[in-house]
């Protein structure tokens, strides 16, 4: 098992606090026996080329139900997220196949192209309702703008009321605060799933052209197929990994090109490399961070004495590549310019994030359409008066206030 008395605690403060601790993790060996609340115990893995190792071994699995020894469901509140529901999330083989299919042709290059009209306009709507905003008026660019745009996009697609969205957002927001208590993290848990469970009774009652209906339309076909604890899984971790890993990458992006104008220079007298700044942002900044849980199958022995035994837990820090500085040169240094711009932010192997293509794509359109609407947008306060998100799991800011038509006598460099 493992080892219990050097595990270190990691940290949930956010920000540069969980970089520098990656630094510690990453130079203390190939992966670092940690700390979990609850008193959970686990491998953390900040090494590129490891976590690639292990995202792809057949002797690592993401099933808790068949390979953690002495696992029970729910007895650990705060990892209900990431740990208890079973959609493709949380399945290996056959099962994650299965269940990858049943949404994975809203998420095909043709089927995230055909969003593009639907992205655009929700872009445009926000736009115009914070134009509408008194000129000398802060602006709460996360709440307005940034959250908004994937949340509505997302929350579309699936087929969820407007009633619905606000008790679901705030759960799935509160799902990432590490530090929240047991009781806190139980109430979430209940709540989101409640509300996963109220969305398909909805569709069940009035179907629609949506992406509910038609896994409700699935079940109904073929029962064998999809079971309800599944349903309610896969429809919170669509909707969930769907509005958090956008918002970080729009917050982080606008970050960055407004504290480094040469940055934002480059790419607004070139339109064509909003790609790099999605890039360069995605390796700087990975919207999720050390990510519980997998679980070793077998012995895996990762040299410099490190042995994960079968049963171990382990946890992927899908943001510590970018950051190596084995691999990247500078790596805490936003360039656009940067050739080697590789990242493990949308995952590795059969788990990469089936929702890549559509945060790209509304990154792709909500960045250059703020920048073009509102040239002269400032943040409303220093870049180290901005608040990180109280998370180990999660990378974003709690608010981003910004001014639309500028911060009066400040430009940055």
Known sequence: MTPTSSAVELTSTGGEQVHLQTDELRAAGPAVPIRLPEGLIAWSVTRGDIAKRLLSSPHVSKDARKSWPGYEPGAIPWLNPWVDVASMFTTDGADHDRLRSLVGKAFTPRGVQELRP?????????????????RDESVELRADFSHQLPNRVI?????MPEDQRPAMLDAISASLDTEATEAEAAATRDTMMNAMRTLVETKRRDPG???????????TEDGGR???????STLFNMIAAGTETTTSLINHAVCELLTHRDQLDLVLADPGRWDDVTQETLRMHAPIMHLP???????????EGVVLRTGDTIVIHFGAHGRDPGAHEDPGAFRLDRGDKAHLAFGYGIHYCIGAPLAKLEAAIALPALFERFPAID?????DQLEPQHSFIGNDYLTLPVQLYGRPGRRSD
């Not at 943040?379 to 870049?383: E, I, K």
């Open 209 to 219: 052209e949506d992406m509910t209906s038609l896994l409700i339309a699935a079940q």
């Open 226 to 232: 999809l079971n309800d604890h599944e349903m309610v």
């Open 118 to 134: 639907a992205v655009e306009k929700i872009t445009a709507d926000l736009l115009e309702a914070m134009a509408a905003r008194p």
């Open 293 to 303: 849980l997998r679980y070793a199958t077998a012995d895996i022995d990762l040299g």
């Open 155 to 159: 929350c579309d697609l699936f087929g």
């Open 379 to 383: 943040l409303a306060v220093d870049r």
